[in-house]
């Protein structure tokens, strides 16, 4: 994720942030069945998606903070 994308995460109210936060934890669950079952092509997605989800948290974080 670029500094653009962490400036839109930011903006972000709380809610949409604890959305976005449950769609990435989804999509990391989906990608990790998707490697132990041999059907997952991108292996860098899980790395992006583990990323992705930690800068939410970050931001979930500074909002509560």
Known sequence: MSNKNFKQIQQLSKDEVV????EAESNLFK???????????????LWRERKALARLKTRLTQMNG
């Open 31 to 45: 990608a990790r069945m998707q490697r132990a079952t041999g059907q997952l092509k991108d292996t860098a997605l």
């Open 19 to 22: 959305t976005k936060v449950r």
